[in-house]
């Protein structure tokens, strides 16, 4: 059976990273973009990783310029954006495909575990979120529209 445990991606600073590194850790999953109208929720989801980090919760970030190229800048312009103007200090990934003949394993599985509306897979915009429990199996998919803050109950129920 497979688990967020089985992938690797790589960190914004171009290493390695073991995503069983977060086994045991409730996990949310959010493909990103800094020039997106809804990039603000970036706060929401830095708001969620702080209050719920010391309790097992990890925010994963997956940039993607996929969607209209809102996500244009090298992996240093998204850390330096991201820490600036949305403190964000959970843990970022380099930019990444979620839709395609290039999309990455760990999208690719997602999707087929946990369709869209309608039963599709494909990601419709950024800020697409993934909720998995703390072993590294999917149980929600949210919309671009669904603010962070409305994902609380469900994280609470899993921590």
């Not at 390695?16 to 929720?41: E, H, I, M």
């Not at 969620?48 to 090298?74: D, H, I, T």
């Not at 599709?120 to 703390?134: A, C, G, S, V, Y």
Request: glycine share 8%; proline share 6%.
């Amino acid at each position: 059976m497979t688990s967020i445990q089985d992938f690797e991606a790589r960190s914004l600073a171009g290493k390695p990273v073991a995503l069983r590194d977060y086994q045991g850790k409730v996990v949310l999953v959010v493909n990103t973009a800094s020039k997106c109208g809804f990039t603000p929720q970036y706060q929401g989801l830095e708001e969620l990783y702080k209050k719920y980090q010391n309790r097992g919760l990890v925010v994963l970030g997956f940039p993607c310029n996929q969607f209209l190229a809102q996500e244009p800048g090298s992996a240093d312009e998204i850390g330096a954006f991201c820490e600036r103007n949305y403190g964000v200090s959970f843990p970022m990934f380099e930019k990444i495909d979620v839709n395609g003949p290039a999309t990455h394993p760990l999208y690719r599985w997602l999707k087929q575990v946990r369709r869209g509306v309608l039963g599709t897979q494909r990601i419709k915009w950024n800020f697409t979120k993934f909720l998995l429990d703390r072993k590294g199996n999917p149980v929600h998919r949210y919309a671009p529209r669904t603010e962070p803050q409305a994902l609380a109950k469900d994280i609470e129920a899993l921590l």
